[in-house]
């Protein structure tokens, strides 16, 4: 019998012995050539993994199981409460799909290399498309469908993809969202222009094609012919995929092929602790990072079967839906976002749902994506009577920095922490002047260079800017996040210490809606910060200050802005609220002082800052949070 060995031990080798231990981990991974080294470390801080190997990532998530006598297994269950639609494939059924549909790319011109962008809501031909991408050596990048145009817009100018694949329509519990004018409408912004969009029809929306341009999903795969996979390098990008950073420019976070997949593969086995042929479920989005790799890859690469769900924790129809699709399917491990679990809880605060279904299957709850509150922690622990598991990362890690990994040693949990670094995370706080605190200290979290393999290796076509992460403490990747650790090695995050939010989940810059709104005819200068919200962990408030003269009603220009930045951004956003002030506070130097500000609104206790201009701007901010619901109660 395999001996167990502890956490720490596991810990210590893979931070002592990088090369050997992801060497080892690598061997789950099929290679067309071996690497020539582990860690290439010549270009340092832009640090490779598996440097000459090749591979194929769609062969790992879906041939190999099939010539491993996995073809009958279920790979996918696509469950749609909003469609009411439950449909599973096999393994052979997928990849006779995805292969079709790296014939039709091929036939289109697609080659390795070719960027692809996918709009699209949570449907199998989304996973279909991805793959197919993977299989041909395409380089995807998805985008979230709660994105405006003008969001899209920007991804597809900066990742000029030849073909844009996309749907007709997106269904959000109740609502229908036409997905083509948008689409459409950011073609038209967009300086770069896709030659070919392909729209899968659904039989909710038939969108308008456009003639020489956009192609049907379904003509083009009853005629196509399935093509096989091409060999790509380890370091060959696999995806892009747009984050939120400080600015209105988003983040093009690159993976790679080889590092992925091995620290995918071993991920499932030691953190989520599932086996090859259980139900895996993340109840995310494929246009999110959580999707792409516990959706999608993940739970392919390692032969689980993966649960495709198209509805909300709420709604599609009542507050047991994740109690539904559990039983149902019987899913081994869920992974979602603490909001999901408080938005059930609002609904049904004593669990009667959850009584009437047959939970037996679920091992672990993981949650991640935001803070897990101590209250959420303890009311899910008490409802469904099994480990409930908080972890820590980033859409640039691609996979947990923190976490109680499952597979290796479960330690006691601590309500409000991650537990400790996973394996191949030396993870550390540093203080202003750069320099390691002691346990108890707050600080910025930061990791040891280099990074495990998996996690970006650059930002796309932007290595000036992806220095901005590792130069800023030299030998460190800076993560945004600010935390410390305890006396017992638990790692506490508090939360980010830049301009970026987290609202239900969604990463969103505030810097980005600041841009939107200083374009109004009317606004001088405005500060949107992340306000504390019971359900959303965090929402959007903004406060606008007006150019001199303009004399127009108030509640009008705010209306204004939140309609621009739902245009502008997308109603994803939840920016709802803002309050017109006199003035902003500011430092001598002029910059706004964002940190003090939003202690006002969540009605903490706050110094004035020394370097303060005018001490009365905060009563101003103290007044105009209150007129809008914030602040002291
Ligand atoms: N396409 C188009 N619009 C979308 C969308 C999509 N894929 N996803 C969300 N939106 C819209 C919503 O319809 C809503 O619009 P509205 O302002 O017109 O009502 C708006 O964006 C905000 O959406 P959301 O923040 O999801 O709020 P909600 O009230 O609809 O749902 C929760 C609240 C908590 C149920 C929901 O956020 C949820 O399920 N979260 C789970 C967390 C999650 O999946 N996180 C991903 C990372 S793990
Ligand atoms: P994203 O890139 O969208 O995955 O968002 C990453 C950010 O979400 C992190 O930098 C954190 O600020 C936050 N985050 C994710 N998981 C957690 C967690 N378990 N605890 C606290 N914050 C988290």
Redesign the pocket.
């Known amino acids: 019998m395999e001996k167990k060995l502890s956490y720490q031990e596991v810990f210590n080798e893979s931070i002592k012995n990088p090369e050997s231990f992801w060497a080892k981990a690598a061997e789950e991974i099929h290679w067309v050539k071996k690497w020539d080294r582990v860690l290439d470390d010549t270009r340092a801080p832009f640090y490779r993994w598996f440097v000459g190997g090749e591979l194929n990532t769609c062969y790992n998530a879906l041939d190999r199981h099939v010539e491993n006598g996995r073809g009958q297994q279920t790979a996918v269950i696509y469950d749609s409460p909003v469609t009411d639609t439950v449909k599973k494939f096999t393994y052979q059924e997928f990849l006779d799909l995805v292969s079709r549909f790296a014939g039709v790319l091929s036939s289109l011109g697609v080659k390795k290399g070719d960027t692809v962008i996918i709009y699209m809501?949570?449907i199998p031909q989304a996973m279909v498309a991805m793959l197919a991408c993977a299989r041909i050596g395409a380089v995807h990048s998805v985008v979230?469908?709660?994105f405006a145009p003008n969001e899209l817009a920007i991804r597809i100018e900066d990742a000029k993809p030849k073909v844009v694949i996309s749907a007709s329509c997106?269904i959000?519990?109740k609502?229908i969202?036409p997905y083509k004018p948008m689409l459409d409408e950011a073609i038209k912004i967009s300086s770069h222009k896709p030659e070919i969009c392909i729209i899968y029809q659904r039989p909710q929306v038939q969108a308008d094609l456009a003639e020489n341009r956009d192609l049907d999903w379904d003509l083009l795969m009853e005629k196509a012919k399935p093509v096989s996979w091409v060999p790509v390098a380890a370091t060959d990008p696999l995806y892009i995929l747009y984050t939120s950073g400080t600015t209105g420019r988003p983040k093009g976070v690159v993976r790679d092929n080889g590092g992925h997949a091995v620290a995918l593969n071993w991920s499932m086995r030691y953190i989520y602790d599932v086996r090859p042929g259980e139900v895996y479920w993340?109840?995310?989005?494929v246009?999110?990072v959580?999707?792409h790799s516990y959706i999608v890859y993940g739970p392919l690469i390692y032969g689980c079967t993966t649960v495709l769900y198209e509805g909300?924790?709420?709604?599609t129809p009542d507050p047991g839906a994740f109690w539904r699709v559990i039983s149902q399917h019987k899913v081994s491990v869920l992974?979602?976002?603490p909001?999901?679990f408080?938005?059930i809880k609002k609904e049904d605060p004593n669990g009667d749902y959850i009584k009437k279904y047959d939970l037996s299957s679920l091992k672990y709850l993981f949650l991640?994506?935001e803070r897990l509150d101590p209250d959420t922690y303890y009311w899910a622990t008490d409802m469904l009577k099994k480990p409930v598991i908080d972890h820590w990362w980033q859409t640039e890690t691609g996979w947990p920095i923190a976490a109680n990994c499952m597979g290796i040693e479960p330690l006691p949990i601590k309500a409000g922490s991650p537990t400790k670094p996973v394996p191949g995370y030396d993870v550390q706080i540093l203080d202003n002047e750069g320099n390691p605190v002691p346990p108890g200290v707050e600080g910025a979290v930061v990791i040891k260079l280099p990074l495990p393999p998996g996690c970006l290796p650059t930002l796309w076509q932007d290595d000036k800017r992806f220095l901005e992460y590792v130069t800023e403490r030299p030998g460190y990747y800076v993560t945004g996040d600010g935390g410390r650790f305890d006396e017992d090695g638990y790692l506490f995050i508090m939360g980010r210490i830049d301009d970026v939010i987290n609202?239900?989940?969604?990463r969103l810059s505030t810097g980005a809606m600041e841009e939107i709104i200083a374009k109004h005819k009317d606004v001088a200068e405005c500060a949107v910060l992340g306000a504390e919200d019971n359900?959303?962990g965090q929402v959007p408030v903004g406060f606008v200050v007006l150019k001199a003269g303009v004399e127009r009603n108030p509640d009008e220009i705010v209306e204004e802005l939140v309609q621009m930045v739902?245009n502008e951004l997308?109603?994803?956003a939840?920016f709802k609220q803002a309050a017109i002030v006199k003035a902003l506070p500011k430092t001598r130097s002029g910059k706004i002082l964002r940190g003090t500000m939003r202690k006002i609104v969540d009605g903490k206790d706050y110094t004035i800052p020394s370097t303060i201009d005018d001490p009365s701007t905060l009563n101003v901010i103290e007044e105009a949070a209150k007129s809008i619901g914030y602040g002291k109660k």
């Open positions: 809501p949570m979230f469908g709660g997106g959000e519990g609502k969202i993340a109840a995310s989005d246009g999110w959580v999707g909300k924790p709420v709604g992974f979602t976002a909001t999901a408080r938005a991640a994506g609202v239900a989940g969604h359900l959303k739902r997308g109603a994803i939840c």
